[in-house]
Nanobody, 127 residues
Framework: QVHVVESGGGLVQAGGSLRLSCTASGFSMDDYAVAWFRQAPGKEREGIVCISSSNGSTSYEDSVKGRFTVSKDNAKDTVYLQMNSLSPEDTAKYHC????????????????????WGQGTQVTVSS
């Protein structure tokens, strides 16, 4: 059975950092492209970063480029999102998802292609 579980969210002050984790079971993260999404209240879910399985290449949405870093540990079937210099605009529920149709990321991220989703982890940044 496939499971994706995110963790690491919380409350942090502006300028602070958090590291989110996304762990898979029932499949290997290394087999597919994996992306992080976020959804703020009243807004659509947006894809912000993707990591390819084929070569580990990454792509970032402009608003997080230079502040967020995605990485993965294949031995642990875990993808990480290091978030630095957080601002209140980063407040959202963060989800990771795997795209079983692709090993290589396509950017901008095509949300409906991602089919293995976690429940998300809340990130709240106070000013």
């Amino acid at each position: 059975q496939v499971h994706v579980v995110e963790s690491g969210g919380g409350l942090v002050q502006a300028g602070g950092s958090l590291r989110l984790s996304c762990t898979a079971s029932g499949f290997s993260m290394d087999d597919y492209a994996v992306a992080w999404f976020r959804q703020a209240p009243g807004k659509e879910r947006e894809g912000i970063v993707c990591i390819s399985s084929s070569n580990g290449s990454t792509s970032y949405e402009d608003s997080v480029k230079g502040r967020f870093t995605v990485s993965k540990d294949n031995a642990k079937d875990t993808v990480y999102l290091q978030m630095n210099s957080l601002s209140p605009e980063d407040t959202a529920k963060y989800h990771c998802a795997a795209n079983t149709m692709r090993r290589r990321c396509v950017f901008p991220i095509i949300l409906h292609e991602y089919n293995y989703w976690g429940q998300g982890t809340q990130v709240t940044v106070s000013s």
